[in-house]
């Protein structure tokens, strides 16, 4: 018997909607909290799924791929449709995001995506010399000193991270990026105008790159990175329900 996926159920009874969401690289499940519980309230049931390597130690995302990650995404969605209600979505955020998207690239059954600042596209210099880099040093230290100014709501994050992994996400970005045409399922991407971890030209890309004949896009003006923690939530979360009524409308 498979091993049951980690993540955080909330599940109105009556619930005919309901989402898979996906926290970023580095991250943990309380880093959609705040959307999770707004579904609840709005009687949308949702999994915020674990992916694997995170909220453990980095010690363990050096040990897992991309592939891992995909994986954790596709037992996140079995156990969402266990729940037969009469839609499913994907959400995520930043690689959470970047995984939403390429879920959706494969799996043209789900209802729509919600995607926050999708990674699709790593900028550093260093990028390039990754695969020989990964090699002689194995962790970067992560600065958070500045997530309690930019935040109103806290999450766990490593203060260290894998190269390995680091690179495994380079090489995830890639693959989501190639094959975005292959998405024809509804998209709504919201990106802030103030990110400094993803290029905001992130989400015009993935936009434009999409096939889907029902799409949407939102520059969110002042967000952060990352906007299921910022302020500027209360802003976009409604929209997204006047979005999601749209699709379960028919």
Same mark, same amino acid.
């Given at each position: 018997?498979?091993?049951?996926?980690?993540?955080?159920?909330?599940?109105?009874?009556?619930?005919? @909607?309901?989402?898979?969401?996906?926290?970023?690289?580095?991250?943990?499940?309380?880093?959609?909290?705040?959307?999770?519980?707004?579904?609840?309230? %709005?009687?949308?049931?949702?999994?915020?799924?674990?992916?694997?390597?995170?909220? &453990?130690?980095?010690?363990?995302?050096?040990?897992?791929?991309?592939?891992?990650?995909? %994986? !954790?995404?596709?037992?996140?969605?079995?156990?969402?449709?266990?729940? %037969? &209600?009469?839609?499913?979505?994907?959400?995520? $955020?930043?690689?959470?995001?970047? $995984?939403?998207?390429?879920?959706?690239?494969?799996?043209?059954? +789900?209802?729509?995506?919600?995607?926050?600042?999708?990674?699709?596209?790593?900028? %550093?210099?260093?990028? =390039?010399?990754?695969?020989? $880099? /990964?090699?002689?040093?194995?962790?970067?230290?992560?600065?958070?000193?500045?997530?309690?100014?930019?935040?109103?709501?806290?999450?766990? /994050?490593?203060?260290?991270?894998?190269? !390995?992994?680091?690179?495994? $996400?380079?090489?995830?970005?890639?693959?989501?990026?190639?094959?975005?045409?292959?998405?024809?399922?509804?998209?709504?991407?919201?990106?802030?105008?103030?990110? /400094?971890?993803?290029?905001?030209?992130?989400?015009?890309?993935?936009? =434009?790159?999409?096939?889907?004949?029902?799409?949407?896009? @939102?520059?969110?003006?002042?967000?952060?990175?990352?906007?299921?923690?910022?302020?500027?939530? /209360?802003?976009?979360?409604?929209?997204?329900?006047?979005?999601?009524?749209? +699709?379960?409308?028919?």
């Amino acid at each position: 018997m498979a091993q049951e996926i980690d993540g955080v159920i909330r599940q109105p009874s009556d619930a005919n @909607v309901a989402f898979l969401l996906i926290h970023g690289f580095g991250a943990a499940p309380d880093e959609v909290a705040s959307y999770a519980e707004f579904l609840y309230e %709005n009687n949308i049931a949702s999994f915020s799924v674990r992916i694997a390597g995170h909220d &453990t130690n980095p010690e363990d995302l050096a040990t897992k791929t991309r592939f891992d990650w995909y %994986n !954790s995404v596709t037992r996140g969605l079995e156990k969402v449709r266990s729940w %037969n &209600t009469e839609y499913v979505f994907v959400g995520g $955020l930043s690689m959470g995001g970047a $995984l939403a998207l390429h879920i959706g690239e494969h799996d043209h059954s +789900i209802d729509g995506l919600v995607v926050f600042a999708p990674a699709l596209r790593i900028e %550093n210099p260093l990028i =390039r010399v990754l695969p020989i $880099l /990964k090699r002689v040093k194995k962790y970067r230290d992560v600065d958070l000193s500045d997530m309690m100014e930019l935040y109103d709501i806290p999450r766990r /994050k490593y203060e260290r991270e894998p190269l !390995s992994a680091i690179h495994e $996400l380079v090489k995830l970005t890639k693959e989501v990026r190639d094959n975005l045409h292959q998405i024809e399922i509804p998209v709504f991407i919201i990106h802030g105008t103030d990110d /400094k971890t993803i290029n905001p030209q992130c989400g015009k890309v993935a936009f =434009r790159s999409v096939s889907s004949v029902k799409k949407k896009f @939102v520059l969110l003006e002042g967000a952060q990175h990352v906007i299921t923690c910022h302020p500027t939530r /209360k802003e976009i979360y409604p929209v997204t329900l006047d979005w999601i009524h749209e +699709i379960t409308a028919g």
